[in-house]
């Protein structure tokens, strides 16, 4: 069973860089699938940050992309995120998820979702 | 490209049907059958309910159902139940190959 669990601070200051990980079990990432990023700020909706394939390649949300990196980390079968210069704006659940398969981005499996607050 | 739109809720009594729809353009919605539908509980995740615009996943009810017609697409639950309580979010690949959702559908069980 594919499980998936973020990690990481739930409290960062303004202008700091928001650092997140997701931690796999039950599947490899060096599989070919999408490894994804999306965010949910308190009482709204869905908006995707972006996702990193199993080769390293990225695709970000352009509104996102200029603070936004992701990377793997195979040997211990997590992915991760980093979002700098981050604001009251970026205050909300993020949550890692697994494409289904290469195209049309499946999202088909998600983790729990880690509520992050920016203040000072 | 901007949010898909869906109507901010729609509600059911059990054992009705209902429709939720998810309007995009020509460069999301209207261009791939990469349409996907989401449930969230409250405090829960997301769970895939509907892929490819009208696929199922192993273990969604048949109760649930997807189709589009251009630029929009549609989620059906016939048969409402309690437990269908919950919010939807549509989502499409885009020319742009980014993802886009919508801003969700409170669904209302009465």
């Known amino acids: 069973q594919v499980q998936l669990q973020e990690s990481g601070p739930g409290l960062v200051k303004p202008s700091d860089t928001l650092s997140l990980t997701c931690a796999v079990s039950?599947?490899?990432?060096?599989?070919?699938?999408?490894w994804g990023w999306i965010r949910q700020p308190p009482g709204k909706g869905l908006e995707w940050i972006g996702y990193i394939y199993y080769s390293g390649s990225t695709y970000y949300n352009p509104s996102l992309k200029s603070r936004v990196t992701m990377s793997l980390d195979t040997s211990k079968n997590q992915f991760s995120l980093k979002l700098s210069s981050v604001t009251a704006v970026d205050t909300a659940v993020y949550y890692c998820a697994r494409t289904l398969r290469t195209t049309g981005a499946v999202f088909d499996y998600w983790g729990q979702g880690t509520l992050v607050t920016v203040s000072s | 490209h901007s949010a898909l739109t869906q109507p901010a809720s729609v509600s059911g009594s059990p054992g009705q049907s209902i429709t939720i729809s998810c309007t995009g353009t020509?460069?999301?919605?209207?261009?791939?059958?990469?349409v996907s539908w989401y449930q969230q509980h409250p405090g829960k995740a997301p769970k895939l309910m509907i892929y490819?615009?009208?696929n199922r996943p192993s273990g969604v009810s048949n109760r649930f159902s997807g189709s589009k017609s251009g630029n929009t697409a549609s989620l059906t639950i016939s048969g409402l139940q309690a437990e269908d309580e919950a919010d939807y979010y549509c989502s499409s690949y885009t020319t742009s190959t980014t993802v886009l959702f919508g801003g969700g559908t409170k669904l209302t069980v009465l």
């Open positions: 490819d615009v009208s």
């Open positions: 039950g599947y490899s990432i060096s599989s070919s699938h999408w």
């Open positions: 020509s460069s999301d919605v209207g261009n791939y059958n990469y």
